[in-house]
């Protein structure tokens, strides 16, 4: 749940489920009122009023059962996302709350810009290649090397799927670059720590599109 902005109520509750249309409404009033409380604070403005929100913070207080409980219950930009997903030829999987993420985080990456990402994506393997991407580009700080990493990161789940694996020990790939790079779930990168793809889907593309170029 921690994934997904603890913004639905209780941070140790799973949702296995597909998200109804207020959860996503819920969770994106939720994502843009935290991304707007981490923008530096201009000269003019007090750097104690980025604090962020109570139902940020502390996400057990928000019930998640309308947008009196997340706050800010007329925004623009909500509308803009809401009306793309409704829009999007894919608008089915972004009731899968990993897929919201990643369309979300795209378009909070837009920053300057018109937030178009829900919009753009025709096909679900369309997000997932932006996304990845995007991630990676995060922590390698330029594009150069994405292709390279993105192979790299198919052949790394190939093997786990030839395995009927999500998971393997870190190994001695802790100390590969494009590895650090990788959108994980890690603790560390001790050789003795697992990993697994941040996602089983995210896994799942990348057999794909590993087959796809073979």
Do not use: N
């Amino acid at each position: 749940m921690r994934d997904y902005g603890q913004c639905l109520g209780d941070p140790w509750e799973l949702y296995l489920q597909r998200f109804g249309e207020q959860q996503i409404e819920t969770y994106l009033r939720m994502r843009l009122r935290l991304h707007d409380a981490q923008r530096p604070a201009p000269a003019d403005r007090p750097a104690s009023d980025r604090a962020l929100p109570s139902a940020v913070t502390d996400p057990v207080t928000s019930t998640g059962d309308g947008p009196e409980a997340c706050g800010d219950a007329d925004r623009s930009d909500l509308g803009q996302l809401l009306r793309q997903i409704q829009e999007s030829p894919i608008r089915r999987a972004y009731t899968v709350p990993f897929r919201l993420s990643m369309g979300t985080d795209l378009a909070l990456a837009s920053d300057g810009c018109e937030r178009t990402a829900f919009r753009d994506a025709q096909r679900a393997s369309e997000l997932y290649e932006t996304w990845l991407w995007h991630a990676i580009r995060q922590k390698r700080g330029h594009d150069r090397t994405i292709p390279d990493d993105i192979a790299a990161a198919e052949g790394l789940a190939w093997d786990l799927h030839c395995l009927h694996r999500t998971q393997a020990p870190v190994g001695p790939l802790g100390t590969r670059d494009w590895f650090r790079c990788l959108p994980l779930r890690v603790h560390d990168f001790h050789p003795q720590s697992h990993f697994s793809f941040k996602h089983k889907s995210l896994q799942e593309f990348l057999v794909a599109r590993h087959l796809w170029r073979c």
